[in-house]
């Protein structure tokens, strides 16, 4: 428990010292999730029913695309299976969807 906290608080401390890096990490991802749904768009219906379906495959599509090339990294650099990969997939899917659910504008167009 005390690793993790002090963990937490290492992680904190960066996270507060790159802090440009990491809303332009962040920022990226959103844009990359925009782009994959508006590529959707021409394959599904504009309606309420398509626009959820490319939300949702998208929302699949880029945490499953980021956790592919962290493995194939650590695959070039050790030439093993990455451990926890779907953690790391579910990691990125959740910050993902609160970014995506923290906007003003698409928790309105939702509901």
């Known amino acids: 428990m005390l690793k993790h906290a002090i963990f937490m608080i ?3 401390v960066l996270a507060m010292m790159f802090q ?3 809303a332009f990490v962040l920022h990226y991802m959103l ?3 925009d782009r994959v749904a508006d590529i959707l768009g021409s ?4 309606a309420p029913a398509g626009r959820m379906i490319q939300e949702t495959i998208a929302l699949v599509i880029i945490p499953l695309v980021i956790g592919v090339v962290v493995a194939f990294v650590y695959w070039l650099i050790k030439r093993k299976e990455v451990p926890h990969i779907i953690g790391t ?3 990125f899917w959740t910050v993902l969807i609160v970014m995506i ?3 003003p504008m698409r928790a309105v167009a939702g509901s």
């Open 10 to 12: 290492i992680f904190s």
């Open 101 to 103: 659910l923290a906007q």
């Open 89 to 91: 997939v579910w990691f």
């Open 43 to 46: 394959i599904f219906s504009n």
């Open 20 to 22: 440009s890096q990491v």
């Open 31 to 33: 844009v990359a999730h």
